[in-house]
């Protein structure tokens, strides 16, 4: 089966630049999403298609996708981005798979 | 605006059965792809299966598969998810996800419901 490797913890202080990995094997001919669910809540889409933002995603969220590794940068980040973060793709093989998440902490 | 709502979650018995349901509004439901993702209680996300939007394509995870049977109304705007033989690991809060295509042909989820619980215990 395919495998999304994500690290399980990044801690950045406020209006630092967070950046999210996703490794897996060849994911750069794969398209990559990204999710962020605070405790208690939904999961919402803040990346999709490895670098496109959803209308209402702030310009800060941004992704890119090459190689073995993509990634999530959070620009000038804000307590309110503490959360988990989720990447996503669909593999031939395995069907649909997540990473196993990411929990940011805002210092 | 677009709104999925879950409903039928509960407590279970192993080995029983449950049909969560995930009502639809704000946007044209047949149209689109839909997918049930669940979350085990402090751990990550898991797909669990996939309908298109006419129901005639149906993928579902291992973990599930001949246990758990997707199904949809258009008509009523509604997406379904029959759980037959529960497991204690089957133990999550479901979430009703509505599918958009990447550049790649394949599934992500562009708006989720807010989940049910359910739980399955003696």
Redesign the interface.
Known sequence: SYVLTQPPSVSVAPGQTARITCGGNNIGS??V?W?Q?KPG?????VV???SDR?SGIPERFSGSNSGNTATLTISRVEAGDEA?Y?C???DSSS???????TKLTVL | EVQLVESGGGLVQPGGSLRLSCAASGFTFSSYEMNWVRQAPGKGLEWVSYISSSGSTIYYADSVKGRFTISRDNAKNSLYLQMNSLRAEDTAVYYCARGATGWDGYNYFDYWGQGTLVTVSS
């Open positions: 794969k398209s999403h999710y669910q809540q939904a999961p919402v889409l999709y298609d490895d959803p988990d989720y996503q793709v669909w069907d649909l798979q997540f990473g196993g998440g």
